[in-house]
């Protein structure tokens, strides 16, 4: 055996892969090919000092990598703008060609669905990858793209290059790897860009491979020895360098050829094997191209166009009314389950009456959904040519879901209100908030304690907690001298919080935690918060008409001016101060630990765990990084998901979740 036949035999592997996974003709069975690799292992096993880095063996390491180094691209890679319509295609078209005032073709190609990377070559070897980060700096994915067949670890010529494109997951490999993950227990990705992003950035290079991605190039930064005149010779010249470009793509000269193929690959999207978002329309010409040049975001050469948005139908079974700290009520649409942008969707946000009596929709109608921002499902219209003779229009409440009490519509505003201000539903939520992190941060007092309290009619407001006694807490169910003790502390403690901590835990429209500073900086003491004018708290910069009449309305009402007495009465803080520190012995377990929420929850809403978590001491943030300690996740967990099993956090159900919350609240 010599040098030149492992050369020859791994010259052999590569053109097979690139005839597999490039081309798609395979050019030998899966077993010549395996049989062929394991031949070239032994091989390179008897001679190491022979293995070059373009060997197929070399694609997949076995060594966990530390972390992803960061990354600056030899040129900024670009977002692009966007068009959403014919028009605004129309409009790109006229703008280049008024700037270039010559004659312009356009390539046209399929804007794939997936993760933007950066490809670097060094004298044909594949030497680095990233993903495209910030455009300037990204993250170096180099082990894990390796893990790509379709990725040549050596080109054809001995060129120092950078090319970019976009990774992405098959429909298959998706399909297959939500269905593994499904057997074991987790959740399922939520559309195969999420899947893709998740595997180029595991830790473990072999578990990337089982992911089986692939890639289409579509760029590179042009210098002396590589320098293509066109969009159509960079697409020749990659691919005579061994690099996968998309077939799928075509020389327009006019609006028409234009909109033709945006209308065909519309057509044809749904019976690919990837997926696609839009079509991305280029200026051809790469002098023409350096002619019309970048904004600071985009290049002014190139528009992506953005298919319409997924619409699925289902019908609608029923509406559920609930009701929020401030008294708003707000309907919800419960629907059959569908399938819409790669998640089950079985609940949309009707908004307001004024939204459900410009759709009139019905219980029983067929529905259509889409995603706002493909992040939130809202429905967009009624099947009326379903709707049965016998439909009735939605029974609209006029008294409130919880307390019966008479829902009133205050002028200017689109929102049913209850305006009780004992309604139990309004209670449990205000004391949430004023016990909340932002608030007065009563660690360890979350909802299901207040509902308890409620219940056995210990407290009715705010000002009640602080005339507690550890008797009270232990005629609560599961509730043990310790925790009792804690429960006092954590409530004592929070007498010293500062005044806009207070001012903010009041729950006054519209007053949120800046504006309870602004207010608290500069009067310094409530007294003088609760005697100001509309016109003196407008003196502040930063608070508007709005939000001084809301505060003064609030201290014109007897019943909170008699809630402030009876807190001052507890000695509760009524003066701005600097931030004191809360004593450890009144955190719960779960202090300062850091949680990211993410997917949908079934008992609770994401607001209502956030404020439960925060209100036993834990930091609730919204993206995820080492320093997160555990992820929450709900149905259709998305790219935070995948973010976390990569970085290795805790990641815990909504079962795990309520427990954690018992465990916070009862001795063991």
Known sequence: MTFEDIEKLKDQLNQYAYSYYVLDQPEVTDQEYDRLYRQLEVMEQEHPEWIRPDSPTQRIGDTLLDGFTKVTHQTQMYSLANAFNQAEVADFIKRVESQLDEPVSFMCECKIDGLAISLSYQDGYFIQGATRGDGRVGEDITSNLKT??????????????????????????????????????????????????????????????????????????VQDDFQPVSQADLFRQLQDLGLRVNSLNRLCHNLDEVMAFIDEIDQKRNHLSYDIDGVVIKVNQIDQQEKLGYTVKAPRWAIAYKFKAEIAQTRLIQVEWTVGRTGVVTPTAVMEPVQLAGTTVQRASLHNIDIIQALDVRIGDHVYLQKAGDIIPEIVSVDLDQRPASSEPLDLPTTCPECQSELTRIEGEVALRCVNATCPAQQLAGLSHFCSRNAMNIMGIGEKVLAKLLSENLIKDPADLYYLTVEDFLTLDHVKEKSANKYIDAIQYSKDNSLSRLLFGLGIRHVGVSAAELMADHFGHLDKIIKATPEEIETIEGIGPMISQSVVDFFEVEANLDLIQRLKQAEVNMEQVSESVISSEATSFLLDKTFVLTGTLSHYTRSQAKEILESMGAKVTGSVSKKTDYLLAGEAAGSKLTKAENLGITIISEEDFIEMINEGENDE
Do not use: C, T, W
Request: overall charge positive.
């Open 148 to 221: 790509i067949q379709a990725l040549p670890l050596k080109l054809r010529s001995p060129l120092s290059l950078e090319v970019r494109g976009e990774a992405y997951m098959p429909k298959a490999s998706f399909q297959a790897l939500n269905e593994d993950r499904e057997a074991q227990g987790k959740a399922p990705f939520a559309n195969p860009r999420n899947a893709a992003a998740g595997s180029l950035r595991q830790i473990d290079p072999r578990q990337a491979a089982k992911r089986h991605l692939n890639l289409f190039l579509y760029g590179a930064v």
